[in-house]
């Protein structure tokens, strides 16, 4: 199946603080990427969807301003925490769907292995 | 709105046991059902998928039966290994939609 990497693994950052997390498709085309956020021994929470080159689509209760989330290419997603709290500690995953037609990957959703953040 | 149901865990079993993580949907339509598998340290990949009603989906051994008349995806594996000890989620898509999980079973498998 497809790859999808996410750097860094892991951050540790003072409160107040911003941080950038990169979701990257290593060897396919994703025209639509999606941000969870996933809580200890709770299920992943949909964050927010973007598609390449337009404004991303934040879910019901997810601050946009804080979450600034950015998808400037196919194969690249950026999700920035703006000045990030302690409720904020969570593991962020990404996600990445193809629909180029043709594809093998086509309307399959990959995942990237997640981003720990602790704010502190 | 669309929601997905999952068997709480921690489930514990020794190598060779019967698994089942019973999975129960409700939503508008006629959705896509999934099994999604994470391994300690690494991301979501998917393990199996059904995408209409009494379709099976099967992988590595692990089996799924799509049932629309009790709404369920109950993920079963006759013989289970240490190796597939990690977090299983059940999914489901309506349509165009985005995923909707479940919240997840561990699962640890002891020699």
């Known amino acids: 199946g497809a790859v999808v990497s996410q750097h860094p693994s892991w951050v540790i950052c003072k409160s107040g603080t911003s941080v950038k997390i990169e979701c990257r498709s290593l060897?396919?085309?994703?025209?639509?990427m999606f941000w969870y956020r996933q809580f200890p021994k709770q299920s992943l929470m949909l964050m927010a969807t973007?598609?390449?080159?337009?404004?991303?689509?934040?879910e019901q209760g997810v601050e946009k301003d804080k979450f600034l989330i950015n998808h400037a290419s196919l194969t690249l997603s950026t999700l920035t925490v703006t000045s990030a709290h302690p409720e904020d500690s969570s593991f962020y995953i990404c996600?990445?769907?193809?629909?180029?037609?043709?594809?093998?990957?086509?309307?399959?959703?990959?995942f990237g292995p997640g981003t720990r953040l602790t704010v502190l | 709105g669309d929601s997905v149901t999952q068997m709480e865990g921690p489930v514990t079993l020794s190598e060779e046991a019967f698994l089942t993580i019973n999975c129960t949907y409700t939503?508008?339509?006629?959705?896509?059902l999934f099994w999604y598998v994470q391994y300690p340290g690494e991301g979501l990949q998917l393990l199996l998928k059904?995408?209409?009603?009494?379709d099976k989906g099967s992988n590595k051994g692990f089996e799924a039966t799509y049932r629309k008349e009790t709404t369920s995806f109950h993920l079963e594996k006759g013989s289970v290994q240490v190796s597939d000890s990690a977090v299983y989620f059940c999914?489901?898509?309506?349509?165009?939609?985005?995923?909707?999980f479940g919240t997840g079973t561990r699962l640890t498998v002891i020699p």
């Open positions: 996600s990445a769907r193809s629909y180029m037609a043709g594809a093998s990957s086509y309307n399959e959703q990959f």
């Open positions: 060897d396919f085309q994703a025209t639509t």
């Open positions: 059904a995408t209409k009603a009494d």
């Open positions: 939503a508008t339509g006629y959705p896509s």
């Open positions: 973007s598609n390449e080159g337009s404004k991303a689509t934040y």
């Open positions: 999914a489901l898509r309506s349509g165009a939609n985005n995923l909707f």
